[in-house]
């Protein structure tokens, strides 16, 4: 691995790229760390430390929602964007023919994304300011503070999404995926120490302290390894190419295949499922509403608790234990949506029609629709089993959480994200070095 490094630097064209991301990247951290001008950070970050539902949101903007930084919102917008565009694209014809135009039309959608990024941090920008406004949180709340705050946080997302696009044009790897790196990675030293120190510094005994180190450290390797072997797995459907007569020879007759993901969804179905499920309780935490248990609790309180992650999984009382069903909707919300995010993100009838005009086919398989229902049984078995992985990832981090209280902003879903970028970016890194000769990451 260090070999690695070693050549990529000698090569000055990936020099000077890894440079620029890394300097990109010290302006994101710097701008993590300036306040938005009008607010009381010390009220405001009291407030938001204490709604669990936002470590998530913390850990993706690498602390900057909970600071109330110029940098509040990040590029959750962009990626919400993203995302709105690929439903818009399934949905609306339009948009469809307008993607398959090739270069052009990805410049189109790209567009398009960032009018949609701009116009959600607007939005999001404005309710923020207002609702800290009604709740006392700025210093003076005036049209002139609500102005100065939504365009300031509007301004932040936006140089955000273009540092993003700088680097994967100047830099190395996707810019919007490594600012979500190094957000999350900036927040895990603090809460790996703070894990330490709960469990293995005040710890009762030297036993209990050994025994806590080392599940601690277990854990999070094991964990890790899990995820970069769910991330690469994959299923290869074999295909044959036809001989052709191309003038006074035979082309053709070649074997590939088709690489399925197992994880053909990625993160996006934990996102969804955690989106909606705590979505409500930030919304009613924000209007003084709190999830609630016991007797004098209403069907509503009652609601916001077994959607509460917070509650899941806390066997210390059997009255909190019920409450668990929530994390059996989260589950089947997880399956649903890795076969929903799947469907709107891979046309097995496109691929066999391709196939089919290439002259390409799977053994056994007939060209066409043959093909193109084989390729959906397939797709079916293995997003199910990608799903149970993704599953049991997002769960562990859940069940430490509520049975030891192991609290932290960093679990499956941005372990995840975090292997997932670093694989990708160091794929990227190793290609530019076979460019010229060298030896890459992934074969030292």
Not at 112 to 138: D, H, K, N, P, Q
Not at 284 to 302: D, H, M, N, V, Y
């Amino acid at each position: 691995m260090i070999k690695a490094i070693r050549n990529a630097l000698k090569v000055k064209d990936i020099r000077e790229r890894i440079l620029f991301t890394l300097l990109c990247l010290a302006v994101v951290r710097l701008g993590s760390q300036l306040p938005i001008p009008g607010i009381d950070r010390s009220k405001i970050s009291e407030f938001l430390s204490q709604i669990t539902q936002l470590s998530f949101l913390n850990a993706i903007t690498g602390g900057s929602f909970e600071q109330l930084s110029i940098f509040a919102l990040s590029i959750t917008p962009y990626i919400t964007s993203s995302i709105i565009m690929q439903l818009l694209t399934i949905a609306i014809p339009r948009l469809e023919e307008i993607q398959k135009e090739g270069e052009d039309g990805r410049k189109k959608i790209a567009a398009a994304t960032r009018y949609v990024t701009v116009g959600l941090a607007l939005i999001e920008s404005v309710a923020m300011s207002i609702g800290f406004g009604r709740s006392g949180y700025l210093e003076n709340y005036s049209v002139l503070s609500i102005i100065v705050i939504t365009l300031t946080l509007t301004a932040g997302s936006a140089f955000l999404m273009w540092i993003g696009e700088k680097i994967t044009d100047r830099g190395v790897g996707n810019g919007i995926s490594i600012i979500l790196l190094v957000n999350i990675v900036s927040r895990m030293p603090a809460d790996v120490i703070n894990l330490f120190k709960t469990y293995v510094i005040g710890g009762t005994t030297v036993i209990n302290k050994v025994i806590a180190a080392i599940m601690i450290v277990g854990i999070i390797v094991a964990l890790t390894i899990y995820i970069i072997v769910l991330n690469d797995a994959i299923r290869k459907i074999p295909v044959q190419y036809a001989q052709k007569l191309q003038g006074r020879r035979l082309v053709g007759g070649s074997g590939s295949s088709i690489p399925l993901k197992v994880n053909t969804g990625g993160v996006m179905p934990i996102i969804f499922a955690s989106s909606i499920l705590q979505t409500p309780i930030i919304i009613c935490r924000f209007l003084g509403i709190q999830p609630k248990s016991g007797a004098g609790a209403t069907l509503g309180e009652k609601i916001l608790k077994v959607l509460n992650q917070g509650a899941w999984c806390n066997f210390s009382s059997l009255g909190e234990a019920k409450y668990t069903l929530g994390l059996v909707l989260y589950v089947i919300m997880i399956i649903f949506f890795a076969y929903f995010y799947t469907s709107i993100t891979f046309n097995p009838l496109e691929i066999a029609n391709n196939m089919k005009k290439s002259g390409g086919f799977i053994p056994g398989i007939r060209p066409g629709r043959p093909t193109s229902d084989y390729l959906t049984k397939v797709l079916n078995s293995i997003i199910f089993i990608g799903a149970c992985g993704l599953t049991v990832a997002a769960l562990i981090p859940i069940i430490c959480s509520g049975v030891f209280g192991a609290d932290v902003s960093f679990g499956g879903t941005s372990l995840i994200i975090v292997v997932g970028v670093i694989l990708e970016t160091m794929k990227q890194i190793e290609s530019m070095m076979l460019e010229r000769h060298y030896k890459g990451f992934l074969n030292d």
